[in-house]
């Protein structure tokens, strides 16, 4: 009963939910025992645009909350007794004109049934303080999260408390447990991403289509939102699109309110779209890079064919067991060997990594871990080792071994940024690798990714995106129709 939206839309079960929480209380229990003890998870917080009543969108589940419980509610709270494994879920209660304005009020029963918890209680001021008080609570486990790349955190949970309540607050151990759990994902999870990112590909595949020179970016863009949602069902966007053409499509991330994919599109651009949309709440990332008017240029094919190498040896070689610092130097690696022979660059590969002339044309990381969050949870525990200081490492998300059921990114590129380009030159330890007169043919060129989200098996690994057309030879004959 958890979700779906008809049609074609792919059903989500609550059992995946279910899993999840029982996947919490089983690493809980491996702890040293104490009496009493409860998980307490906040959802998020229904917002409107500043000084209106209105929401620039429908209200969005906070990712903790979210895998443990399953509910879109918000201003939700969810208990977990961590001796029975027991889930409780507080929905807000909601005033008797809720059903004039928003809709039918639903009873505790139904939300029972629809999230398959063990009890609802409606949140009163003090409804959660006296379950935990009935029940015998002396411990409680709260979430408190740090993001290491967005520098944020997540503050533990809040809720009214009676004077005599005073139980042991741990902010400390529920943190890299559910994290890492979210890591690795169960059957159901796998399920609802690779629906995720099938419309990501159709959408992609439909804007491939559609575009012309003389469109506008935002109108490739719509179209992506268009068919995401009218084909797919997905409501929300996993991030904001990155819909650059020509010199544009070296800006990382591009499509921010400053640069709002506004540009014409010229015949001959290079387009580099990263546009993905999330289904319930579970989100997909992909990147197609090609030229607008459906024709390689012989340049366009020299660096476009070093970024899809350097894609495709990285998951050739992405195993369980290798780091993924590793598979970022093989992708950097690989590419500067393109450029190389595209008469960019010359001299000694292993020469040129070690003095990071990849990290001038790859800055960013090679990937990152993809699930209920685009940059999801996790990249930093486990075995994970201290992110890397030198150029282009310094940029990783994740520094662990892979491991099966991890889902992860596989986003080499190849970018002409200025800026980069005239800090190499003027280093003595990088200059000399560049050939200056064919570096300059490249000036305003902007910049190519090619961008898949893989699952890591033992057996090979899993391209949830495959269904794209890659090579050039592919690309052409798509868009020919």
Not at 96 to 115: C, N, Q, S, T
Not at 307 to 333: Q, S
Not at 420 to 444: M, S, Y
Request: proline share 5%; aromatic share 10%.
């Amino acid at each position: 009963m958890s979700f779906d939206l008809g049609g074609n839309t792919h059903h989500v079960p609550a059992k995946l939910f279910v899993d999840n929480r029982r996947r919490l209380v089983a690493e809980l229990q491996k702890l040293p025992p104490k009496a009493g003890t409860f998980v307490v998870l906040q959802g998020g917080v229904g917002r409107h645009r500043y000084n209106t009543d209105s929401e620039d969108l429908p209200f969005r589940q906070e990712s903790y909350f979210f895998w443990a419980f399953g509910a879109h509610e918000s201003d939700a709270f969810g208990v977990i007794d961590v001796a029975t494994g027991k889930s409780v879920f507080f929905p807000p209660r909601l005033p008797p004109d809720f059903a004039i304005w928003e809709g039918k009020i639903r009873d505790e029963a139904w939300l029972k049934a629809k999230y398959e918890v063990d009890e609802v209680i409606f949140n009163d001021k003090y409804a959660i303080n006296d379950y935990l008080t009935s029940h015998g609570a002396k411990n409680l486990y709260l979430l408190k999260a740090e993001n290491t790349d967005s520098g944020n955190t997540l503050v533990p949970a809040s809720f009214p408390k009676r004077d005599h309540f005073n139980p042991s607050i741990d902010t400390a151990t529920l943190y890299p447990v559910i994290a890492n759990l979210r890591v690795f994902k169960t059957d159901l999870e796998l399920d609802v991403l690779r629906y995720a990112v099938k419309i990501a590909c159709e959408a992609h595949k439909d804007v491939m289509k559609s575009i012309r020179p003389n469109m506008f970016e935002y109108q490739c863009e719509s179209l992506f939102r268009h068919h995401s949602y009218y084909h797919g069902g997905c409501r929300h966007l996993a991030y904001t699109c990155v819909a650059a053409t020509g010199c544009n499509s070296s800006i990382l991330h591009y499509g921010h309110a400053n640069a709002p994919n506004s540009k014409l599109i010229k015949d001959g651009d290079m387009c580099m779209y990263d546009m993905g949309p999330e289904y319930n709440c579970y989100a997909s990332d992909v990147t197609c890079s090609f030229p607008a008017n459906g024709k390689f240029t012989e340049n366009q094919k020299l660096v476009y064919n070093a970024v899809l190498k350097a894609n495709r040896e990285v998951f050739k070689a992405a195993k369980p067991g290798v780091r993924w610092i590793d598979m970022h130097l093989l992708a950097e690696k690989v590419l500067l060997e393109g450029l190389k022979g595209a008469g960019i660059l010359k001299g000694d590969v292993d020469a040129m990594v070690k003095a990071r002339i990849g990290a001038v044309f790859l800055p960013h990381g090679l990937g990152h871990l993809m699930g209920l969050d685009v940059h999801d949870v996790g990249g930093f525990l486990g075995d994970a080792v201290p992110r890397p200081s030198e150029a282009g490492l310094s940029s990783l998300r994740t520094t662990r071994t892979l491991q099966e059921r991890m889902c992860i990114t596989i986003e080499p590129g190849c970018y002409f940024i200025d800026i980069l380009l005239d800090r190499a030159l003027a280093d003595p330890k990088q200059k000399d690798f560049f050939i200056v007169e064919r570096l300059n043919e490249f000036r305003g060129f902007g910049g190519i990714r090619i961008e898949d989200d893989i699952v890591v098996w033992e057996k090979g690994n899993e391209n949830m995106s495959q269904n794209l057309p890659r090579t050039v030879e592919e690309i052409e004959e798509f868009m020919k129709h």
